[in-house]
């Protein structure tokens, strides 16, 4: 089961910053969260990836709660191809058996 | 290049049939996986294969069978295929098992499977 909790929606208006929460309380030390994000009828995409700090790329921020059992997805200037489905994923680094347990995600629509 | 690349992208085929789902990564990595996902759009990890080595079996039924020629192919092959079959297939592939700082996982762009 996926360890994360999303609002189901989200609207943006086009140029403005879209901000994703999730929450993921159960959070142990040693797991990092991810989020990937699904354009209709494509791949999974890696977006960004975190552990306590907060990070930056070229895609988004990522804001990590000094708590870690929660964190926001920052797109600074949405744009229309920034529609998807958005997941928050918690993973263990360290295993020998990884993988990417999926929620419902965050459908964020980017309106013009 | 395609990182990951999956063939074919879509696939109608007859209940009962057996058929196959090929993918290959360029990307040097170690670590090749399947996932489906449904109509209710869930992904779900079916498999996974580090160095040609099974390393997840999500429980799938064994009419999957996934084959692992070298560690940059992971095929999936689908015995007496059912309805509830359909679905979305997604290869993916990272650097090893482990996902140190830096590690993400990288996916294809799907194999849309609709079994009448």
């Known amino acids: 089961d996926a360890k994360t909790t999303q609002p189901t929606s989200m609207d943006c208006a086009e140029g403005r910053a879209a901000n994703l929460p999730c929450n993921h309380s159960?959070?142990?030390?040693?797991?990092?969260v991810y989020w990937y994000r699904q354009i209709h009828s494509q791949g999974p995409q890696y977006i960004i990836h975190?552990?306590?700090n907060n990070e930056t790329n070229e895609m988004a921020s990522l804001i990590i709660t000094e708590d870690r059992k929660s964190s926001t997805l920052i797109l600074p200037h949405a744009t229309l191809r920034d529609t998807a489905v958005y997941y928050c994923?918690?993973?263990?680094?360290?295993?020998?058996?990884?993988?990417?347990?999926f929620g419902t995600g965050t459908l964020l629509a980017v309106q013009p | 290049d395609t990182a990951v690349s999956q063939t074919p992208k879509y696939l109608v085929t007859q209940m009962g049939n057996d058929k196959s789902i090929k993918c290959e990564q360029n990307?040097?990595?170690?670590?090749m996986y399947w996932y489906k996902q449904d109509s209710k759009k869930f992904l779900k990890i079916m498999f996974s294969?580090?160095?040609?080595?099974?390393?997840i079996n999500e429980t799938v039924p064994n009419r999957f069978s996934p084959k692992s020629p070298d560690k940059a192919h992971l095929n999936l092959h689908i015995n007496s295929l059912e309805l509830g079959d359909s679905a979305v297939y997604f290869c993916?592939?990272?650097?090893?098992?482990?996902?140190?700082?830096?590690?993400?996982?990288?996916f294809g762009e799907g194999s849309w499977l609709t079994v009448v």
């Open positions: 294969y580090n160095n040609k080595e099974l390393i």
């Open positions: 990307l040097g990595h170690d670590t």
């Open positions: 993916a592939s990272s650097p090893q098992t482990r996902l140190p700082s830096g590690n993400t996982i990288y």
């Open positions: 994923i918690v993973m263990n680094y360290g295993g020998a058996t990884n993988k990417l347990i």
């Open positions: 975190g552990l306590k």
């Open positions: 159960t959070i142990s030390g040693n797991e990092y």
